[in-house]
């Protein structure tokens, strides 16, 4: 990723990916051998390396050229995690050399007091530091006219030349895997298109590498990589020790990272709280794309699974009954057909038992008789259709962020729907309580975490969920693990539905050409599977937040129902409790202190 005046030719061609799979688990394959590594003898005169262990969940922006001192001096990783969790770590590899060099980067296994865990639960990732518009890091939102640039962390990739930053012209170039050999194209125009680029997988053919790839790291600058450790759902409770090995090109060992692993004896279950997520992709009947939209069944199952590896059970489908250009006279039957193969999916998912949030039949403001029996028509046959592809329950989509007069214009066609035996969901904000008359079942919150709203909502029988604040767009990580957990948890929330997988306006790949708003993306789309960010490991941070909120809350339920405990056993119910309702009002916090206090006393009373 260094400044570059000019793109260098490459003429070797780049296959696309094949995905691996062991024990279940999706893995890469680092490209050096550990065993061999542990036989390779450090090189008497290494270059000059420096390495640090840096928090994964920061807003620290780690950048190229930042001051190692600010990195800290820590040395090793050390993680703990339930069964099954998945944890993150980061460190930052520093060149003190005068020249660039190419690093590898591999993993032992972990040896325990009983059992080894393979590395292959183990998947690094390159942290890719590119050009984003103004409001990066912080905000969705983008100052109009401005098209400032500002290097930000963001993107987890295998191969770093997937994007080659030009530092001289702050400009993004992204690589297209072509026949006759890679090609980059330009993806930092500062030219305004509120009109959607939706090219072709053939058109821009877009893959990162199946495996790790080595980097070249220039002299004098800084390169984060990420780790994501995924506990094997069958390891005994203990404590874990391996490392990363750090070599360079000729595989001489330049240094290496110690990495402990305590696996907890509680298990973590599901939140109580249901995590969804606006998500637009819609199955293509022909010609899929490298976009929020049109995908392919490969790439709708791919960003499915990596939505319910980030802790997202219930993603919305976009998937159109009807076309979307004339509703009342067009036939849903080359839609409907689409939406049973999207649903067919869905179910190979295991995404079923739970119910199905559909926007591609809105509800709209339907003011006519004859529009109030097709709405209902509808909705009887497509709860037909989700019943026989498992949900529990089908809810359909209002007028998105309506207020005052336009909710009251609804109510009709909201009451037609619940006849008919559907639900209603919609976004809005704190006054649309008070014009809804009690019909939302599923208000997703648009603003900041409102226990009143949410009481309100209670207070009738219905929902309430969190879609904003942030939107997706903003980097940091931390952000996103503060504003979707413990938050959320705390106001009484009933779960999320953050805004969005992926949302454009122009190309998903270009921050600068939406008029208010930069990408909205927590994956970027590639033609097989999609690209994941810092930002997404936030939330999922986030939601195993919540995770361990609820195994707390369990745990003290299931000893109560029991009683009869020693005194000893009594102190701990008794401190666990206190600790779980002053949390409700507690201001200040930092939710990964939150985290080990929860686990302090999950570990006394599972004791």
């Not at 995690?81 to 060149?95: K, L, T």
């Not at 298109?193 to 053919?205: D, F």
């Not at 997404?536 to 941070?541: A, D, I, Q, S």
């Amino acid at each position: 990723m260094a400044g570059f005046s000019k793109l260098p030719t490459v003429s070797r061609a780049i296959n696309p990916p094949r995905s691996t799979v062991r024990r279940g688990i999706r893995i890469v394959t680092l490209g050096v051998v550990a065993a061999a590594i542990a036989a390779t003898p450090a090189a008497a005169e290494a270059p000059a390396i420096r390495l640090a262990v840096v928090d994964a969940i920061s807003s620290r922006k780690i950048l190229p050229t930042s001051p190692f001192s600010e990195f800290g001096s820590r040395k090793e990783i050390a993680l703990s995690a339930a069964r099954g969790e998945y944890e993150p770590a980061s460190f930052v590899v520093r060149n003190d050399s005068a020249e660039p060099q190419t690093l590898h980067f591999a993993v032992d296994d972990l040896a325990g007091p009983d059992r080894t865990l393979d590395r292959w639960s183990i998947d690094l990732k390159h942290v890719i530091v590119w050009y984003q518009a103004a409001g990066a890091w912080t905000t969705w939102r983008k100052p109009r006219g401005n098209m400032d640039a500002f290097l930000t962390p963001e993107l987890l990739v295998n191969d770093p030349e997937l994007i080659r930053v030009d530092r001289a012209n702050e400009h993004n170039y992204l690589r297209l895997s072509r026949k006759a050999g890679p090609e980059y194209l330009l993806i930092s125009e500062r030219k305004l298109n509120e009109i959607k680029v939706l090219p072709s997988v053939e058109e821009q053919p877009v893959y990162d590498r199946p495996t790790l790839q080595p980097i070249s790291i220039p002299a004098g600058e800084n390169r984060q990589v990420w780790l994501t450790l995924r506990v094997p759902e069958d390891a005994p409770p203990a404590r874990y020790a391996g490392s990363i090995q750090i070599l360079d090109a000729g595989g001489d060992r330049l240094g290496s990272i110690p990495l402990t692993l305590k696996v907890h004896r509680f298990e973590l279950p599901a939140p109580r709280l249901e995590y969804g997520m606006y998500y637009r992709g819609k199955l293509a009947d022909h010609n899929p794309t490298v976009s929020h939209e049109w995908k392919s069944a490969a790439q709708l199952i791919a960003d499915h699974e990596l939505m319910l590896a980030h802790g997202i059970t219930n993603p919305t489908c976009y998937q159109r009954y009807r076309p979307k250009e004339d509703v009342e006279r067009s036939s849903p039957v080359p839609s409907r057909e689409l939406v049973a193969k999207y649903l067919s999916i869905r179910r190979e998912l295991g995404l079923i038992k739970r119910p199905l949030y559909l926007i591609g039949r809105g509800i709209g403001k339907p003011s006519t008789a004859q529009q109030i029996r097709l709405l209902m028509s509808d909705t009887a046959d497509l709860l037909a259709l989700a019943s026989a592809y498992g949900a529990s329950e089908l809810y359909l989509y209002g007028v998105d962020e309506a207020l005052g007069p336009d909710i009251a214009d609804q109510l009709a066609a909201w009451r037609a729907v619940k006849r008919a035996g559907a639900k209603v969901f919609v976004a809005g904000s704190a006054d649309h309580f008070e014009h809804s008359e009690g019909l939302t079942d599923l208000l997703v919150y648009h603003g900041h975490p409102n226990r009143e709203v949410a009481a309100k909502q209670h207070g009738v029988g219905n929902r309430t969920y969190k879609y904003s604040e942030p939107q997706a767009g903003p980097e940091d990580p931390l952000l996103w693990r503060k504003s979707f957990g413990i938050a959320i948890w705390q106001a009484g929330y009933d779960g999320a539905m953050p805004f969005a997988f992926q949302s454009q306006h122009g190309s998903i790949w270009n921050d600068w050409d939406g008029l208010n708003y930069r990408t909205l993306a927590l994956a970027y789309p590639a033609a097989d599977k999609p690209i994941s960010t810092i930002a997404f490991e936030g939330l999922r941070e986030a939601i195993d937040d919540v995770r361990y909120l609820t195994a707390l809350e369990i745990s003290i339920a299931g000893i109560e129902r029991v009683g009869g405990v020693a005194e000893r056993e009594d102190a701990a119910l008794r401190q666990a409790a206190a600790f779980l309702e002053g949390l409700k009002d507690r201001d200040a916090y930092d939710p990964a202190e939150v985290r080990a206090e929860a686990v302090n006393h999950l570990e006394a009373l599972s004791k």
